[in-house]
């Protein structure tokens, strides 16, 4: 088959780990008999840098006429938080969520047998393993409501975020995490503050209904705070966590720690039908970027999900990952996970060995 991916190789070690991602997907290709078509994109801090706004006109356009999205990373300290909203690569992040539909994110935490090691937590939880699918909501919530600052008389300044869902926002990610489910082990855990949050009431009523409709998996509503302690305590309990857009973010890093590496995690972003985005949920490590030392292994495995959700040909996914696990269990290493006495590779030599596996 031919496919058209729009490369959005960003800031930092984004054009690296893209490249390595690259030469996967043509690894691929010729052994399953795919050819692709590759159409850069600008976005992020290098965008603000060659065009003045981190989300350029026609971003969106691009990328609804390409069948997946690849990104590397954005973002980085020369365009912080002080620089105007336009030039900052977080408000093209965002933008361009909402702009292709993207209000599924999916973020699986697995711990890889041959990292099994690198797990923080106590031997015999680790031993119990890690696969747990992070469901996040990507385009509603406290991100996208209405923000507002002003002066009062007597408080000095005052700023306002409002946190909105509808009852339609939170079926369409509900239903994505019950079918989830049932292709997994059958459980979904919806997290919410329902005790506190009027839209998390909302939230759990919707997702209670839901799940009445799917009899086959097993469903349990869980407050934010015991999600938080749940996932260092005993993260094997877990099999599709289901949340909303902020929680998401907060619970998704939580359990990406977990595992070992944020260097090894994939992410999907998808929606009902414009292309999904594909990244690994690393940031752009700006102090390391150009040195060949990044991992390369999470923007690959965003790969394979590329595969598996947007193309839907699961041998591909399947051998991507497979070769990842192979060249770990052989003990390759890049910097951030050798570990004491391991001599490191890098990223570039990492995706040689995951190209020669597959
Ligand atoms: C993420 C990131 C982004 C988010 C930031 C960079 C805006 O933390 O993808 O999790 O909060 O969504
Ligand atoms: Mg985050």
Redesign the pocket.
Known sequence: MNFKIALIKGDGIGPEVVGEAVKVLEAVGKKFGHRFTFVDVLLGGCATDAVGKSYPDGTAEKCNACDAVLLGA??GPKWGSDKPAEQR??TA??AI?KDLGLYA?LRPAFLRPALAGACPLKQETAEKGIDLMMV?E?TGGI?FGKRDRYQTEDRGVECTDLMAYSEREIERIGRRAFELARLRRKKVSSVDKANVLETSRLWRSVMRRLSEEYPDVQYEDILVDNCAMQLVRDPGQFDVVVTE??F??IL??EASMVTGSIGLLP?ASVGDSAPGLY?P?H?SAPDIAGQDKANPIATILSVAMMFRYSFHLSDEADAIEAAVDRVLGEGWRTPDIAGPGVAPIGTRQMGDLICQAI
Request: proline share 5%.
């Open positions: 954005v973002g690569p977080e992040l965002l969520r994110n996040r990507l991100y857009n902020m998401g973010d998704s890093d992410s990244e949920i940031g």
